[in-house]
């Protein structure tokens, strides 16, 4: 049974460029979350959808950040133009609606450095 | 405004004796709490969980304890073992809302 996918694990590019963080759910899940984890903030939510619609973006940061959910299987999370701040470990997780109070899985993260 | 706090950034336990690890919460809205384990590298995982409606959950060698009037809650580990060497997340989320409220963990190590 796969969990959440995500890639790459490790990202290092020079300030300025695109970044792009891919996202897989598990299957049957209709919640997607992507949040960022670094040492002053720890693990904050960035952006939520439920069944590929964006329900709350209020976590991101500014206007770099762009995320998108074309379909129930996949999700991006872009940054343009980076900045070094940005540098932290991104997660997405998902879970399922059907029941209530059902826990989000995560991935194993995508490490992003910014030089 | 933090309102899951985990006030120990680290903490150290001896293989066998109990770990507690405590969590306060500051949004009287909240009803539904839950503790996740990260190993590095790895994404969190969830561990147990507890509703606003009781005030002990246990699972194997994990016991969480909610004190609503206190806006309090701990993880007992009883015995402690070596893979329970991780960090753990306490949050939190109210009725029916999708999101959840992380604090900002404790690291658990646990002593040979």
């Known amino acids: 049974d796969a969990g959440v996918i995500q890639s790459p694990r490790h990202e290092v590019t020079e300030m300025g460029q695109e970044v792009t963080l891919r996202c897989k759910p598990i299957?049957?899940?209709?919640?997607l979350f992507w949040y960022r984890q670094t040492m002053m903030r720890g693990l904050e939510l960035l952006i939520y959808?439920?069944?590929?619609?964006?329900?709350?973006d209020s976590g991101m940061p500014e206007d770099r950040f762009s995320a998108k959910m074309p379909n129930a299987s996949f999700s991006t999370l872009k940054i343009q133009p980076s900045e070094p701040r940005d540098s932290a470990v991104y997660f997405c997780?998902?879970?399922?609606?059907?029941?209530?109070?059902?826990?989000?899985?995560f991935g194993d993260g995508t490490r992003l450095s910014i030089l | 405004d933090q309102q899951v706090k985990q006030n120990s950034p680290s903490l150290s336990v001896q293989e066998g004796r109990i770990s507690i690890l405590n969590c306060d919460y500051t949004n009287s809205m909240f009803d539904y709490f839950l503790w996740y384990k990260k190993y590095p590298a790895e994404g969190p995982t969830f561990l147990i969980s507890i509703s606003s409606i009781k005030d002990k959950n246990e699972d194997g060698r994990f016991t969480v304890f909610l004190n609503k009037s206190a806006k309090h809650l701990s993880l007992h580990i009883v015995p402690s073992q070596p893979g329970d060497s991780a960090v753990y997340f306490c949050?939190?989320?109210?009725?029916?809302?999708?999101?959840?409220?992380f604090g900002k963990g404790t690291r658990l190590h646990i002593l040979p």
């Open positions: 959808f439920n069944n590929n619609v964006p329900i709350d």
């Open positions: 949050a939190a989320r109210r009725d029916r809302d999708d999101k959840i409220i």
């Open positions: 997780a998902s879970s399922s609606r059907s029941g209530y109070n059902q826990p989000q899985h």
């Open positions: 299957s049957g899940h209709n919640s």
